[in-house]
């Protein structure tokens, strides 16, 4: 399953039914083509990064880019941990603290995973290295700011089950052909709000609503939501859309 939600939804989910799964394996469908490309034109930058490799990483010094030459050191340090991936989550990092508490989440679960910056390895090396999911981390920024993860889902979505948080979640529904855009319900960070949702998928089994904890100023616009492609799985009183599910990758 592609799948994305909020912080707060994926917390609880967590708590109340400790589940040992990122997501569940299943068919696999095709991407659509002409929405998904204007929509991931933005993400040049990403298949930048990816096409760097390990002898030309890209790196981020004072908000900026750069490109720095990696050290044999350095590229047998990613090889080991490229090696160790095999039949473990891994989690793409978009430089954000709330990485650390999903880790943390998946160690509670008995889930092993390895992390990795959205800018440390490309995508080849992580098809290559056949993890049991992968997961997308929150981060600041839009989708175009967020390293591999545009690709990640776009390319990889199909082959390995996928899990999107908060910019994660923005991600998937970009790929798709959703605009992602500011909350028009303003900044929601630390704030709660009832969440509804269809009792399906990672929210199975959980009350309807329940309060979430959110940290967001982005959304997937709803009036570009991309119907034919994901299903909205929860959403808050105002129609703001908290979860979304592939309708075919799960």
Request: net charge positive.
């Amino acid at each position: 399953r592609v799948t994305g939600a909020r912080p707060g939804s994926v917390c609880e989910r967590m708590r109340e039914a400790r589940v040992s799964r990122v997501r569940g394996a299943g068919p696999r469908a095709g991407c659509p083509s002409t929405r998904r490309q204007a929509a991931l034109s933005g993400g040049a930058r990403s298949a930048a990064k990816s096409a760097a490799g390990p002898t030309g990483w890209i790196r981020r010094s004072c908000g900026k880019n750069v490109r720095v030459a990696a050290s044999s050191a350095e590229e047998s340090a990613l090889e080991e941990k490229l090696a160790s991936v095999r039949d473990k989550v891994i989690v793409i990092d978009n430089y954000d603290s709330f990485t650390f508490n999903l880790c943390q989440y998946l160690g509670n679960l008995d889930c092993d995973y390895v992390v990795f910056k959205n800018d440390e390895v490309t995508i080849d090396q992580i098809e290559s290295a056949k993890p049991k999911g992968i997961l997308v981390s929150p981060g600041p920024g839009t989708p175009e700011e967020s390293g591999i993860s545009l690709e990640t889902v776009e390319k990889l979505g199909p082959k390995f089950p996928l899990f999107g948080v908060c910019l994660g979640h923005q991600c998937i529904g970009q790929v798709f052909g959703g605009n992602i855009i500011r909350a028009k319900c303003g900044v929601m960070h630390g704030k709660t709000s009832p969440v509804f949702h269809t009792d399906t998928g990672i929210l199975k089994g959980l009350s309807s609503p329940f309060n979430a904890a959110r940290y967001h100023s982005l959304v997937i616009e709803e009036e570009t939501f991309p119907e034919s492609e994901l299903d909205i799985l929860a959403w808050t009183e105002d129609k703001t859309i908290m979860a979304v599910q592939h309708k075919e990758m799960k």
